[in-house]
């Protein structure tokens, strides 16, 4: 495979991470952040001043990382997610500039605008595939428990959810500090992929771009975010001579998405061969004599 | 010294008043943060200064062309997005997701038309400095401090003594009760957005001629988005006064403490008083706040 195809792949990983992140958040419990780079910034900064400074080994920068950022989470959450809708979106947004601008302001651990180089390139296809698989799973089977239902019993309805005797600031701040962690494991994975880092890497329209991606693969499908991500990362390798007009074009999808179809590409469903086997079986069995006469029953 | 930076920071505040109450009387109407404010302001920099630079018009008329423009565009979003979201009965939060999505549109429509390169509005003003006792004031910020007042004392009679002014602020307390009334609700909804527009298109021409215009000019809505909650979501009179503050907290921070700390006070400042005063200064409506 050749190193292009490859980086291509390993940032499809990083980018479905975050995006997953953001999917349990927004997707499954309907409360929208703008701060996720933010944590993506802390898990890459935590873990990069890890390997570099401290010469940790990369697995235990891996899961440094985003505890960090589950823990920031936490401690933010604990303030913020009794604010609702406009007001907590708000300061994710305010936390997550204020996490940009802390990095370029902290030049003696950060290195400011200038960025921190030299990070040992880790991330390879095998661990960025590995992980992302891992994460996938992790995040389907959560949504399938006791806790992702009810989750998606506060999105619904979060006074029906609170009735039932869900304690919804608990499960909140459960998904916030998931979302966080995913996105401060993506940050890692990109620090020890790009072996540099710096805090404009992580602003506003890179919050802004995991929720885009979220919003047109569908507000509470899992599936539908993986192909979302993979759609907005790779369409823009594919058409490279039309660099300036991606993110143009991220705004008008959101917009036209939000405006016309608001469930996304794919809603809730998620996505599932089951159609594609049952159209092939309808073809095969019309095209078939032998199968609809000789069934026999 | 001190004096001097508090005339500083009262006209970068007058700029952000100006973004703010277009924030608050949206806010006020229909409850969601209209993202794509900024944008609107810096479309309507674009407009003046191509109006003076490539069509060779007189200022005063680009000036115009640009705040008619600015509160058009403002229109058309309402047209093509909010209107229809308001219609399909989504949740208000949709409304917050399509700004989004038209602020990065336009943003990145204005790198792709106009180029990323930043634009300098050509000298209007002399540029010289009144002096007063000890203290120089740029004309510039004079002028430009003399219309924001202006503008908000006309916005307050409006808002305040108008029959306009009078159904606005029904249609805020109850959109339903005020159109069984009799008012024309979409009407007034359309008249907010090019009066909100028009004044961002007012601060895009004066922040353009204060520094430059460029496509990320419209970020600078964030710090009147800011403001506007300092202020209180939804209260026009509190974004004016949140503006200021601002607009001095700024101004005194790069002064005295540091320039890198600017922005970083200010984002901080915002999530302390969501936690500690959400209504703001003069904000109302608690309901979905705590």
Redesign the interface.
Known sequence: MSGYVEGVIILVCINVIAVLGVSILTGFT?L?S?GNAGFMAIGAYASAILTTKYGAPFPVALVVGPIIAAIAALGLGK??L??????F???TL??G??IR??F??AEPITGGARGLSGIPPKTTLFIAIGITVLAFLGAWNFLRSKYGRNLMAIREQEIAAEAVGIDTAKFKEYSFMISAAYAGMAGALLAHYYMFISPIMFNL?KS?EL??TV?IGGLGSLSGSVLATILLTVLPEVFRSAA?????L??????VI??LK?SGLMGYREFSLRPIFKLYERIFKKNDPTQTKGDGK | MLLQQLINGISVGGIYALLATGYALIYSLLGFSNWAHGEVAMLGAYIGILSVTSLQMPFLFAVILAVVGAGLISVFNEKIAYKRIRDNNSPTMFLMIAAMGLSTTFQNMAIVVFGPKFKMFPQILPVGAVKIGSLSVGLLDLVSLGIVIVVIIGLQYLITKTKFGLAVKAASSNMGTASLLGINVDKYIMLVFFLAGSLAGISGVLYGMKYTVYPQLGNVALKAFIASVFGGLGSVQGAIVGAMGIGLLETLVSAYIHSGLRDLITFILLIAILLFRPTGLMGKDIQDKA
């Open positions: 309907r929208f703008f303030l913020t009794k604010l609702k809708g406009d007001y979106l708000i300061t305010g936390f500039e204020s601008l802390l370029l302001f329209p802004a929720t885009i919003v300036e007009y991606r993110m143009l991220y705004g008008l999808a959101v917009v939000i405006v608001p």
